[in-house]
């Protein structure tokens, strides 16, 4: 269950306060089920009418849903099943691979609907004179069990992403490196120099 989740990785924000009210939805504006990444949209008392003097930020930031004006904010996270937020990114975090800018946000939330993972982080990766590779860091619900092949992992998220948006490695690791803030450390990831697909 969701609950079984590592503490030390989870940046657990709690639940909504007196008065407002927190949707977790899908890039088309349908509610995730519980245990599963989308982005938290919030509604209620003290909501701000929008960005001063941005008409465009505002009309991208704030929307209607089920009748309620709501702010995107564009975290990715996950009710927990105690109904608490889990924190796990940014959605709109880009990455320039090949030319091609990609959402980083798509494709952790695409990983994570894949059995057994829990988290993931996705990053491209220049070492030495190497060729960049679009790698997946994962974490396991449940280490005693196999970590899913590499293939398995690209056959899932071809059914949801574009070929040029598939990791080039996939990376199970124990435990996400934190910094001193509590955040994931990128630069702390194992390197992919003798690395396998998982």
């Known amino acids: 269950t969701p ?6 990785e989870c940046s657990n924000i709690g639940k909504p306060l007196p008065h407002r009210k927190l949707f977790v939805l899908d890039s088309n504006l349908q509610p995730v089920p519980k245990g599963f990444p ?3 949209f919030v509604t209620g008392e003290g909501l701000a009418q929008g960005y001063h003097n941005q008409a465009t930020l505002t009309q ?7 009748g309620l004006r709501c702010y995107r904010t564009g975290d990715l ?3 927990l099943a105690d109904s608490s937020l889990e924190y796990l990114g940014r ?3 880009q990455l320039k691979f090949r030319g091609i800018r990609i959402e980083a946000g798509d494709i952790e939330a695409a990983l994570c609907t ?3 993972i829990t988290r993931c982080v996705v990053m491209v990766k220049h070492e030495e004179q190497a060729t960049p590779k679009l790698v997946a860091y994962y974490t396991l619900r449940d280490p005693a069990l196999s970590p899913p092949p590499s293939v398995a992992l690209r056959d ?5 992403l574009p070929d040029y948006m598939l990791p080039n490695l ?10 001193s803030h509590g955040k994931i450390d990128r630069t702390a990831l194992p390197a992919i120099n003798g690395s396998h697909n998982h």
């Open 77 to 79: 996270v996950r009710q």
């Open 156 to 160: 899932q998220l071809r059914q949801q």
């Open 91 to 93: 959605c709109d975090q």
């Open 3 to 8: 609950d079984d989740l590592n503490r030390r």
């Open 60 to 66: 991208q930031r704030f929307i209607r849903y089920q």
């Open 170 to 179: 996939f990376i199970r690791v124990e435990h996400f490196p934190l910094t």
């Open 38 to 40: 989308g982005e938290l």
């Open 114 to 116: 894949y059995p057994n």
